[in-house]
């Protein structure tokens, strides 16, 4: 399911136009079908597991049939759909569109991205990273498909084809009577643990008793007492096609997790049910027999995976091949295996790799998306991991060596240049799916009644062998939903081979247009593709200068533009730029060439006129250099990889430039060729033979000029002499390396000091300073009237210190320097560093120096009161029983190897706290109180604690794993009075609220597993003694609030859903409601709070509950027909605005449009569901009736009370600018953000009864 949730690495690569291939044509088209002549489907990004399951109903032609049997008249016209009076059934008739793409049109995969806009899904649903169930999608979308199709012909298909019926009978012992109730399945959930066929969970399902004996015993209704009872259950109608569900995902009681069943689990290819079936009807086998035609594939854990699917192909659709492995005969392929292996691979050169990969395809030619997968085959390591840190990325090293390689079949498969597949002989696609592919030549003429078995894979399919299924029994990649078909159901011969049997008429002419016009487009696509633009440098613009080519003239021109068609050839290209430089004289030679930062430099020349661009590795914005072939300007030029020119920056000591580059050096960027030696370069640059060459290294060379802002001079590293006879790429030069050239008498100054082989530079540019600034306890906000004086006043009573320093000198000494120059004495201090926002960073380590404890030059530091740690302590703040915001921050200095028990004494122990009933918990991403530390015998730098980080003291043991501790809330919701004024908070949460207002009591804790459903978290609240005196028949009359800052924030939906998927963790407060009928909200119904305003006074009628479904429209349109039809007015006379309590202020709700795109040119109508409003459940919704009410102001008197109380609490902050809030000012207020639902899958179906 997740897109790269499996992959290593990046194995293939894409043509891009670096490749030799630029998209011009707009939109590249998709390609066509590869040579398994059958269609796959994209992945949205999360949508394997639909693709999966949609795959495997094409394949069952007779769903595939009677979905195609349904027409426009029964189902509709999906131009239809936006009509109002329109019935239009839109996911059957998307389904059929999808099902005639994946058997007609010529293309590589399929999109479903109409279909999942028929669910109603959104891009969340489909490109999010939540774990799906297909055996969940399978119900569900037969679900909506039989909701869809209420009414039609085919309302029953469904119901024939897949529903079966099983009958549970208990027999009592003693006088024999048989109690049974039958059920009704869409597919069979057999157990996986602790078994190792399908045969055995079959046999343990319908064939094993169960016995109530003991304490366990069975009250007969005809005997009336307990008594001993058998129970069992069976088959009694077998449907078509039997889907089977491997349960393979269980519960670790124990360890209080889920995990996946790995084990090895058989099943047949073939099974006969009659021993699981509850009499025998028919003495034929085939009655009972059914053989497996798709098995879907899921790869990965029980939180995240890929699913996949074998399909056994029964109409013969496809065209099969043998697997790579075996498609050659066993003579044949062994002759080829010998010669092959003759010459010893060379696995660390991976052009001899990747030569003998092409060398050993049978077409000669390999799909550039599956060279890294057959490369990893081949070595057993990814290219990644071998080859990217020295030959870099695999399409740039093809690239490199267009000499060997080329791109063939439009760029999308990679050949060896010395014997490329012609057109005759590259894998053949077809041009016309509507009619039949012709028989696979592996096939035998007597076997055409045999089906294959496909691997489709999102978007690819594979041929596989029957025997390849049983690599499912068992791993990570293991089967997980089975489907059989009954033996007895045979198809008519003019169905084999035959995309178009049984489809509509009007869908085989879509699909026929849809092919014309990918056609069309690849045609229009290759044309404009072919076309090349060629950079032309002609040789009397160019000299040779610094080992490569530099323009004689920067003002003129001296690239010429040409557009050609790389199928002509290099003859071809030669003539046409004699025709355009008419005054040429002699020979022409044409070279690759590439502008480099030292100048232009030249490769290879095209000698071969027969060769065609393409052939010949040119592609778009090729540099090409016409010139004889022998000299530029009568200079000898020379080509080739090897001399390519380096460009140096060359430091040179002057004395009398000290304002260029810094005092004491001069610099200047030089060009050498690549096969020059170090002596050449000294000879260049005209110094003597006894001057020294030396190389940037270490800080000085990552600092970039000099020294860098760590402080410290600059290093140099002297050249042996034995490396002046070295070449600068057998020295790893490369461009932008420093060169700096010294004389020996240059040691005698300050600037310059050897030390062996090692130069130090000493420039005054590195001589900076560091300030330091004490930081008293005032600073810390601690006098009332010193804090309001204001920043400037706070800065004069910091006492600063400007201490000269470098990178190497240490923090100690820089601290010692400021305490004498400050005067200071008596209390020990410590350095801290400040970050952007003035915030006080943890003390640094003083037995580092400047440069490596990471302290900038010519920065602040705070000299405060407080111990240093050293390298091997922590620098912990931590709370007690709240995060650092609702209490008193402290600081702690531990060792980094200490425990977390030990961690954990240590604060207490500076608190004056005892006992052993308080555990360590760290803070999240938001600043709260997040996730304790499970692990006390752990210590601190194993579990990654760094320096400066909050942890908070908690009261309690810690919780056990897996289990969950929620404070429960009772809902109580008075609403004696007949008008309730705006000051009523159906939020607001206090034991001691007034009257009319919502109140919560607190009614306990529950404890349990996080894999309980809500059903059962309701369950266990009922038996609270609290709530004893609620009286809720069921579950389903309890409302489950989640509480966040003493707010209502969500409703929990989903009685099925665990509390894991729900988002709840230990520590959660929930509130639960008693309703006065049964509720189940869906994913996308919102709870609001409705008040209709009191015609002429400035106050509401009590608040009404109403459920707006916005799952199918979520404008402000909706809710007020929602709003409209709840109180029996006009929508048009209705005027609607949000409540927001914390500001009280309303939000009134227009209804507006947004531009959504200029290729569209259509409004589409904002969700109130995002921005701005942010509807959610127990939001408040004023109305205005304008037919009687003409006053558009929905604040009350009580809101202009708290608005004023609102400003008179942000005066008395902006003044009262004490201690506690400057501990708060940087933090933000307001109220707390909630998060979205998580939401089940579900499909939205309209009605249609």
């Keep these: 399911m997740f897109g790269n949730l499996f992959e290593e690495e990046e194995e293939g690569f894409s043509p891009s136009p670096s490749t030799g291939r630029v998209v011009k044509g707009g939109e590249e088209p998709p390609p066509p079908r590869g040579r398994s002549s059958l269609c796959g489907i994209k992945n949205q990004g999360g949508t394997c597991y639909l693709n999966s399951l949609l795959q495997t109903l094409l394949f069952t032609p007779e769903f595939r049939e009677e979905l195609f049997k349904l027409g426009p008249e029964e189902l509709g016209r999906l131009e239809d759909k936006d009509k109002p009076d329109a019935k239009v059934r ?58 869809s199709l209420v009414g039609t012909s085919g309302s029953t298909f469904i119901h024939r084809l897949y529903h079966g019926t099983t009958v549970n009978s208990i027999v009592c012992k003693e006088c024999g009577n048989v109690s049974q109730r039958q059920e009704d399945f869409l597919d069979l959930t057999v157990c996986v643990c602790g078994l190792c066929s399908l045969e055995g969970a079959l046999w ?25 009872a058998a129970k069992s259950a069976k088959l009694r109608k077998l449907p078509p096609f039997m ?125 550039l998306d599956q060279l890294g997968q057959k490369l990893m085959n081949k070595i057993g390591s990814s290219w990644s991991k071998k080859f990217r840190k020295h030959y870099g990325p695999i399409g740039k090293f093809l690239q490199s060596h267009n000499d060997v390689f080329i791109l063939v079949s439009n760029g999308t498969r990679v050949a060896l240049k010395a014997n490329p597949p012609t057109p005759g002989t590259e894998p053949s696609t077809p041009t016309d799916q509507t009619t039949s592919p012709d028989p696979s030549p592996a096939l035998d003429a007597g076997t055409t009644d045999v089906s294959y078995w496909f691997d489709l894979n999102d978007s690819t399919v594979t041929s596989i062998r029957e025997s390849d299924i049983e ?113 040429w004289e002699g020979d022409m030679a044409l070279t690759l060439a590439k502008c480099l930062p030292a100048g232009l430099h030249l490769y290879n020349t095209l000698t071969d006129d027969n060769v065609s661009l393409y052939s010949a590795g040119i592609y778009t914005n090729t540099d090409l250099f016409v010139w004889n072939g022998r000299e530029v300007c009568g200079a000898t030029v020379l080509t080739g990889a090897e001399w390519e020119p380096v460009l140096l920056t060359v430091h ?321 919701d008075p609403r004696n009075n007949s008008t309730v004024s705006m000051e009523t908070d159906l939020n607001h949460a206090d034991n001691g609220c007034s009257d009319g207002m919502a109140e919560l009591r607190t009614a306990g804790q529950v404890e349990l597993t996080d894999e309980a459903t809500l ?84 106050c509401y009628y009590p608040p009404e509950e109403l459920v707006w479904d916005a799952s199918r429209d979520s404008s402000a349109r909706s809710l007020r027909t929602t709003v409209a039809a709840h109180y029996g007015l006009s929508p048009d006379s209705l005027l609607l605005a949000k409540h927001q309590p914390d500001k009280h202020i309303w939000d009134t709700i227009s209804s507006w449009s947004q531009q959504v795109s200029k290729r569209k040119k259509k409004k589409k109508a904002e969700s109130l569901l995002g921005a701005p409003f942010h509807l959610k459940d127990g939001d408040t919704i004023g109305i205005k009736n304008l037919l009687v009410d003409s006053n558009r102001d929905f604040c009350t008197l009580e809101d202009e009370q708290g608005q004023q109380r609102l400003r008179e609490q942000a005066e008395q902050l902006r003044k009262g600018w004490d201690l506690f809030t400057h501990r708060f000012s940087k933090k933000k207020t307001g109220p707390t953000k909630t998060r979205k639902p998580e939401v089940a899958l579900s499909i939205n179906v309209g009605v249609f009864r």
């Design 652 to 972: 040179e000591e002057d004395a009398g430039r000290i304002e260029n580059g810094g005092p004491g050096l001069k610099r200047q960027a030089r060009g050498f060729a690549g096969g020059a030696t170090l002596g050449e370069v000294r000879d260049a640059l005209g110094e003597p033979q006894e001057s020294l060459l030396c190389q940037e290294h270490g800080a000085g060379k990552r600092g970039g000029h000099g020294a860098g802002e760590g402080g410290g001079a600059s290093g140099w590293r002297v050249f042996p002499p034995e490396d002046m006879q070295r070449t600068l790429k057998e020295l790893s030069l490369k461009d932008g390396d420093a060169l700096l050239v010294l004389e020996p008498q240059l040691f005698d100054s300050s600037v310059f000091n050897r030390n062996g082989d090692v130069v130090t530079v000493t420039t005054p540019s590195d001589c900076r300073w560091l300030q330091v600034a004490l930081r008293t306890q005032g600073g810390e906000g601690g006098e009332e009237a010193g804090e309001r004086k204001g920043e400037k006043e706070k800065e004069e009573r910091r006492k600063k210190a400007k201490i000269p320093a470098s990178g190497n000198m240490l923090l100690c000494e820089v601290k010692q320097r400021a305490i004498e120059e400050l005067k200071l004495s008596g209390a020990e201090y410590c350095l801290r560093q400040i970050d952007r926002t003035g915030k006080l960073l943890p003390p640094v380590c003083e037995e580092l120096s400047v440069r490596d404890a990471g302290v900038r030059l010519m920065t602040t530091l705070m000299l405060c009161p407080g111990t240093a740690p050293k390298a091997s302590q922590l620098f912990l703040h931590f709370s007690v029983g709240a995060a650092p915001s609702a209490g008193m921050e402290m600081d702690i200095i531990v060792e980094q190897t200490c425990t977390v028990k030990e961690c954990l004494k240590a604060m207490l122990d500076a608190v004056g706290l005892e006992g052993n009933s308080w555990h360590l918990r760290r803070l999240d991403w938001c600043e709260e109180v997040g996730e304790p530390l499970m692990d006390e015998d752990a210590s601190l730098s194993e579990l990654k604690i760094s320096n400066g980080e909050t942890l908070v003291v908690t009261e309690g043991q810690l919780p056990p794993k897996g289990f969950l501790k929620l404070s429960v809330w009772l809902y109580l």
């Design 90 to 147: 839109v996911i059957p008739l998307e389904l059929q569109r999808l099902f005639a793409r994946l058997l007609l049109v010529d293309q590589q995969s399929a999109s479903t991205a109409d279909l999942t806009d028929s669910f109603g899904w959104n891009s969340s649903e489909v490109c999010g990273t939540n774990q799906h169930d297909v055996q969940e999608l399978n119900r569900i979308l037969f679900s909506a498909l039989e909701h």
């Design 243 to 367: 889907t089977m569900s491997l349960l393979r995902f269980s519960f670790d009681f124990a360890k209080c997790e889920r995990y996946k069943e790995t084990g090895r689990y058989t099943f047949p290819l073939t099974i006969n049910l009659r021993p699981f079936c509850e009499q025998v009807l028919s003495n034929l086998d085939s009655d009972y027999s059914y053989e497996l035609f798709s098995v879907i594939i899921h790869k990965g854990g029980c939180y995240g995976g890929h699913y996949h699917v074998y399909i056994r192909d029964i109409d013969q659709l496809g065209q099969w091949e043998p697997p790579e492995e075996d498609s050659k005969p066993k003579t044949k392929r062994k002759v080829e295996e010998v010669s092959v292996s003759e010459p010893k691979l060379e696995e660390d050169d991976p052009l001899s790799v990747l030569t003998a990969i092409i060398v050993q395809e049978p077409s000669k030619s390999v799909l």
């Design 1015 to 1098: 059903e059962d978290l309701k369950t266990q609240v009922l038996t609270l003694p609290a709530l004893q005196s609620v009286c809720a028949p069921t579950p389903a009359f309890l409302r489950v609030w989640q509480l966040e800052g003493q707010r209502l924030a969500r409703i929990l939906r989903g009685q099925q859903l665990t509390l894991r998927y729900l988002k709840l963790t230990s520590g959660t407060d929930i509130c639960v409601q008693q309703l006065l009928k049964e509720e189940d909200l869906g994913p996308k119904e919102v709870m609001l709070h409705v008040q209709m305003g009191i015609p002429g006074e400035r």
């Design 471 to 583: 690599k499912q029994f068992q791993g990570k990649e293991s089967a997980y939903m089975l489907f059989y078909r009954k033996t007895q159901l045979h198809r008519p011969s003019e169905a084999r081979k035959n995309r178009q049997y049984k489809v509509p008429p009007h869908l085989v002419q879509m699909a026929q247009e849809e092919n014309s016009k990918l056609q069309q487009r690849r045609e229009e696509f290759e044309a404009s593709n072919n076309s090349v633009e060629l950079h032309l440098h002609l040789a009397p613009s160019y000299r040779l200068e610094n080992g490569a080519l530099q323009p004689i003239s920067k003002e003129q021109n001296r690239i010429t533009t040409l557009t050609f068609d790389r199928r002509k050839t290099v003859g071809d290209l030669r003539l046409a730029i004699y025709q355009m430089q008419e005054l």
């Design 204 to 228: 343990n399902m319908f064939v094993e008793e169960e016995l109530f004996e003991g304490n366990n015993l069975y009250r007969c209704a005809q005997c009336d007492k307990l008594v001993t």
